[in-house]
């Protein structure tokens, strides 16, 4: 890393700070390469963190389960040592081919300067789908991911949506909270078979073709919500915490305008992780080519391709092959 006016210069920078970007700087770590990590999210993690911290997670290799948020805190120990730079709460606007590298300027002016980049953006910057009947009540209440169990320990929830990560909430919370209900405003689900009848085997109650209609409070705070059962007369339900899981929006926001080939908001890449353009790679669920599987672990060994590419077209003196790490000092 260095610094001139108004910029900075490292070798690579990653944008996306999800489990392939944080593997990444580990990775380039171990190359010897000064890297910084950019996300739009404010905290490490990407989709894992936001989205299911304590969802365990059961393909990654070594691992027969795994809390989500262990995880990545596992990521962040790995690449430590190595002393990536963090830019959290950052967008990447603008990218541009220099002589020698690119350059990346950030939303707020930023500059950095980069002899690569590694795009691990996954599906992009999310916007979870509204709930109508809870707006003005974010925060207060209603949430749309569960960061903490322990903060709903004793409280009664309502879970709205029909989709996996709404079962996944149901599942988790049922242990700690003190009731926990489903709400679905039809009566076939888009979640897996297998985890709706465990569900159902818990006790969990269901509501099948309804819908949440008003959020009603005491003393300004969320006490109950009244639900509509189609061909039935509302119902006023217990509620400390409603949990909107009605699934997300995606774009990749400016990765778009980079002059890059996207199809359904995945990167065309080779079997080096190098997009058509100059100096720019891409890894994880965010890259595409023939065969590709969506997996965490594939996103590891993407990243690792990506990296050694990388530190040899940077220095075409390096090795491809690295050496393996347990053989590190």
């Known amino acids: 890393m260095s610094e001139s006016a108004g910029e900075t210069s490292y070798d690579l920078v990653i944008i996306g700070a999800g489990p392939t970007g944080l593997f990444a700087a580990y990775y380039a770590g171990f190359r010897g390469l000064s890297m910084a990590v950019v996300d739009s999210l404010p ?13 365990m997670i059961y393909d990654v290799g070594g691992f027969a389960e795994v809390r989500g948020r262990d995880l990545v805190r596992g990521l962040l120990d790995q690449a430590a040592p ?8 950052r967008k990447a606007e603008k990218l541009e081919s220099v002589e020698g590298g690119v350059i990346i300027t950030l939303d707020g002016g930023q500059v950095l300067r980069a002899g690569a980049v590694l795009i691990t953006a996954g599906i992009g910057e999310f916007t979870p789908r509204p709930l109508p009947a809870g707006d003005g009540w974010l925060g207060r209440g209603m949430v749309h991911f569960v960061p903490s169990l322990k903060a709903h320990e004793g409280q009664h929830v309502v879970v709205v949506g029909g989709g996996d990560s709404a079962f996944d909430w149901v599942l988790a919370l049922h242990p700690v909270a003190a009731s926990v209900t489903l709400v679905h405003r039809r009566a076939k689900f888009r979640a897996a078979e297998s985890i709706v009848r465990q569900a159902r085997e818990l006790g969990v109650r269901i509501v ?21 059962v189609k061909g039935a007369e509302p119902e006023v339900l217990r509620a400390d915490t409603v949990v909107a899981a009605l699934g997300f929006t995606a774009d990749l926001g400016p990765i778009e305008s980079w002059g890059l080939q996207i199809d359904h908001r995945a990167i065309a890449v080779d079997s080096t992780m190098a997009t058509p353009r100059e100096r720019v790679y891409a890894a994880g669920d965010v890259a595409a080519y023939p065969g590709k599987v969506k997996l965490i672990a594939t996103g590891f060994g993407e990243a690792a391709t990506a990296v050694n590419n990388i530190a040899v077209m940077l220095d075409p003196e390096a090795h491809l092959f690295p050496g393996h790490s347990s053989n590190a000092e």
């Open 43 to 55: 905290e490490a993690g990407g989709q894992v963190t936001a989205m299911y911290p304590e969802k």
């Open 208 to 228: 099948t073709d309804a819908e949440v209609t008003r959020f009603l409070d005491r003393d300004g705070a969320l006490a109950e919500v009244e639900i509509q």
């Open 82 to 89: 190595f002393k990536p730079v963090y830019l959290l709460g």
